[in-house]
């Protein structure tokens, strides 16, 4: 069992940068795929970035690459997602996602991206990107 907690979120000018964090309890940290969706409101939860179990592959949706970078900290049992270039359009709700997707390694980000394969899930944070 994981239990995932984020920190970090607020309200940022646009250009500007935060960086969330999300801790999990759970001697199995280490074997999970981690991952960042956000809900904008009236908008479905879509896919951020996702990171594998030993860091060795990262995932980007599209609308994020090359501003955010997600990261991870196997023996503080952390994972976080350093977002610049900030803009009204990044606004939602953050939440953080664990799971045992060992069998994402061979089929890369079209098996990282999908929601329903994490088991475990944050609370959220709220990120507000004023323009």
């Known amino acids: 069992q994981v239990q995932l907690v984020e920190s970090g979120g607020g309200l940022v000018q646009a250009g500007g940068s935060l960086r969330l964090s999300c801790a999990a309890s759970g001697r199995t940290f280490s074997t999970y795929a981690m991952a960042w969706f956000r809900q904008a409101p009236g908008k479905e939860r879509e896919f951020v970035a996702a990171?594998?179990?030993?860091?060795?592959?990262?995932y980007y949706a599209d609308s994020v690459k090359g501003r955010f970078t997600i990261s991870r900290e196997n023996a503080k049992n952390m994972v976080s997602l350093q977002m610049n270039s900030l803009k009204p359009e990044d606004t939602a709700v953050y939440y953080c996602?664990?799971?045992?997707?060992?069998?994402?390694?061979?089929?890369?980000?079209?098996?990282?991206?999908?929601?329903?394969?994490?088991?475990?899930w944050g609370q959220g944070t709220q990120v507000t990107v004023s323009s």
């Open positions: 996602a664990g799971g045992g997707l060992a069998y994402c390694s061979a089929l890369g980000y079209g098996c990282y991206a999908v929601r329903s394969r994490y088991g475990y």
């Open positions: 990171i594998s179990y030993n860091s060795g592959r990262t």
